[in-house]
């Protein structure tokens, strides 16, 4: 058996952190001046800033803009060590972490936050077929779809003087949804309006399908409202009461309804880390880890469970799986570490919630604003708040700098320099020419025509 690579040695209490995600930093951040020593493993050695992933996924920014090796973050802390591995087992009665390199590593008082992945609600062989965003992989992933769908359609024209439409369908009309549906078009429209000569860039269609009675469901319904309006000023189509039942190569299906995609995107529902059923305590449907007001699984307070995978009630709704009310919860389980050491009482945890926003486009977005006062908005407003707030949150001042100044160079010259397609320049679904185009011959390189 392997020996533990992290022992509960001394008189130091042993904190574990699985995950370095916006909960798990934040912990290691508020552990970082007490009398104790911390362990963040996490199986990437590097922090994402994922509500930028979809501006990655539409080649407005590279990776390195919105993702910091963790070390990096955290190397100031004395008290903190980082291991690049993977939870795979919880001995909760010996109080250890099984890793995936079969070491093993002891803890005092456990941190987990490995948060969410997608949900195909049981049809995951949809997942090749349509890809969600959670991870840079998928960001650079949807890049390459996106793009490689214009590369294709212009390669085609130029073979065969035909091409298929390119129609965008975007599953789930959340925030993720919204944004990569508005990126699409903003990218389609203006960005490479120049950068063809044989296709129209701006004639690609874009459609989210969404099963609820409206997009944005958690947000008000003036802010949703507004979100359509600003979506079809964009020429994005929003269906919603629209269940999809088959994802297939090329097109989806919505009942007897076929609609055709050159690309199709998954936005429409999240699961919990599969590590919360690891720990063998109660979940919810979607396998979010049920805790107290402490942020503890019953009958266990050395462990704190938050972000994503936290199943959290406040006021009779559950607190919402998003980037606030994680870095909230890595907060409060430093602070509740160190009320312990204290000898001090635990306090219950309470999510104060500043607002929600999603950006839609260029100059268009909505923003449900809690504090410092309280306001909807949308539009050029709602974009410059969400702008300010997301450069403001980012972790690191290389990073906020190298944003601003990729925003400020896009906004101005419709330009940018992530549009890079790497990987297969294969898309599931796409046929070239058959023999009724070939016989129409190749286009005329010396003509202006497109």
Known sequence: MAAAVVSRTGGRKRVVILGGGFAGIHAAQGLAKLPVDVTLIDRRNHHTFQPLLYQVALAVLSPANIAQPIRSIVSGNKNTEVLMDEAIGIDKAARQVQLASGAVAEYDYLIVATGSTHSYFGRNEWARLAPGLKTVEDATEIRRRVLLAFELAERQMLECGTHPPLNFVVIGGGPTGVELAGAIS??????????????????????????????????????????????????VEVRTNTHVTDVQPGHVMVGEERINAVVTLWAAGVQASPLGKLLEVPTDTRGCVLVDSHLNPEGHPEIFVCGDLAHVEQDGKQVPGVAQPAMQMGDHAAREIARDLAGKPRTAFRYFDKGDMATIGRKAAVAKVEWPFKAHLHGLPAWVVWLVVHIFFLIGFRNRFAVFREWVWTYFFFTDGARLITGSQELPGWHDCDEADARRGPLDLNSPDK
């Open 186 to 235: 903003d990218i389609a429209k203006l960005y490479m309006r120049k950068d063809f000569r044989h296709i129209d860039p701006a004639k690609a269609r874009v459609t989210i399908l969404e099963g609820s009675p409206r997009i944005l469901a958690a947000y008000p319904e003036d802010l949703s409202r507004r979100a359509v309006e600003q979506l079809a000023e964009l020429g």
